[in-house]
């Protein structure tokens, strides 16, 4: 029987030279939930701007194993397996985070961001704390975490994994409502390996407000910019700028 492992890391940054310093995920088996969360050490500093998002001080890693010593990163690496299911909202970024411990995903992918993306495309943003407030996860968040004994922090890596455990509750009723009929863990395996075409008018830049078809009409230079400049892009961003330059 597959599990299913809900994830989330902290990291020192989010830098090439960056690395992880909390490592925390549940593992859904049946009716069974193991809950894992380590704080490690790093060879790198934290940076202050990510001190800001997690609140995560050097005092508080000061002494402890580095990430592939902990019982954490240890037992993720007993559950990689093919027949698994791995669940992170934004997987590009953890697992390149993991992947400087040495960890290679064998398992299944859910990228909740991605799903969330093709399921949830008329929101203004698919940020798992957006989703928070927006469909009301924080309201029944507190019993879920007593269940569990989990405190309930934002930006904190197994406060996230409580949001997302949530969130994926939601994402397979939308799922289901536009899919009847289908396997919810397949479909959406099948999703996050589907690139997004954002339709949507663009929130920065110089033509903020503009649809990238309409600035591929009057300026495809700029779009061939973005894509050799802006390093901040998401893989779907890059992948809709270069199907409008066909």
């Known amino acids: 029987m597959a599990k299913y492992i809900l994830l989330d890391t902290e990291t020192t940054g989010a830098g090439e030279e960056d690395r992880v310093i909390q490592l ?4 859904l088996d049946g009716k069974q939930v193991d809950v894992y ?11 202050y701007g990510a001190m800001e998002v997690h609140g995560i001080t050097p005092e508080m890693i000061e002494g402890l194993a580095p990430c592939i010593e902990t019982t954490a990163f240890q037992t993720l690496c007993e559950l990689n397996a093919p027949d698994n299911v791995l669940i992170i909202h934004n997987a590009p970024f953890d697992l390149g985070m993991l992947s400087k411990e040495n960890f290679t995903s ?57 949001v997302l455990k949530l969130f994926l509750t939601e994402l397979r009723k939308r799922l289901q409502e536009r899919y009847e009929g289908v396997n919810p863990i397949d479909k959406m ?30 300026d495809k230079g700029y779009l061939s910019w973005m894509l050799g400049n802006m390093e901040s892009l998401d893989e779907d961003m890059r992948y809709s700028i270069s199907k409008v330059l066909g």
């Open 24 to 27: 925390g995920y549940m593992v």
């Open 106 to 162: 064998q398992m299944r992918l859910i990228d909740t961001l991605r799903c969330a993306r093709h399921l949830f495309d008329d929101e203004e943003s698919h940020r798992l704390q957006y989703f928070r407030y927006r469909l009301g996860l924080y309201k029944i968040e507190q019993a879920e975490a007593d269940a569990l004994g989990i405190e309930v922090k934002a930006h904190d890596a197994i406060g996230d994994v409580l």
């Open 189 to 218: 395996v099948e999703l996050t390996q589907t690139p997004v075409f954002y339709i949507r008018p663009l929130k920065f830049g110089k033509y903020k407000g503009k649809t990238l078809q309409e600035i591929a009409e009057t």
């Open 37 to 47: 969360n380590d704080m490690c050490s790093a060879p790198v500093p934290i940076s």
